[in-house]
């Protein structure tokens, strides 16, 4: 069987290194504003799930996460203390705890979402639909194998 050129060892290896690039510059943008409410990734990474999951359960975002519950902990306290999410004891199950981001937490969102959305739109507009579709699906592949 032919081995495909893009999956030699050297190119694998280019292509996890553009992916971590790509990561780093992108969570990069994001950083002037994390600074100024003084968190971090983990604390954006919360916010984002959130603002795409609203009412998102406590065991459901550990399980996006993929992190301990006493590191969900820590981030979950510091944000309470921003005064960025609220929480809502589930109306069937009172043991159940939904989380939100509150107004304060929804601009705190936009203005890290605003500082990625120059660089990942810039990228979109100068790629061919074929080329996003196709990454895309790339991209679906590496996360859900």
């Known amino acids: 069987m ?17 992916i971590f690039m790509g990561y780093r510059e992108s969570f990069n943008d994001a950083k002037k504003t994390l600074n100024k409410y003084s968190i971090g990734i983990a604390h954006h990474k919360v916010i984002h799930l959130l603002s795409i999951y609203k009412g998102i359960t406590i065991s459901e975002l550990l399980k996006k996460l993929k992190v301990t519950k006493q590191s ?8 309470i203390k921003l005064n960025v999410i609220s929480f809502k004891k589930d109306d069937k199950d009172t043991r159940l705890k939904h989380v939100f981001l509150n107004e304060k937490g929804k601009k705190v969102f ?23 579709l196709s990454f895309e699906n790339v991209l679906k592949k590496i996360i859900h194998e």
């Open 2 to 18: 032919k081995e495909f050129l893009y999956l030699r060892d050297d190119k694998l290896k280019e292509f996890i290194e553009k």
């Open 110 to 132: 936009n203005e890290i979402f605003l500082s990625q959305k120059k660089r990942i739109y810039k990228a979109l507009i100068k790629s061919t639909p074929e080329e996003v």
């Open 72 to 79: 969900l902990n820590r981030v979950l306290k510091d944000l």
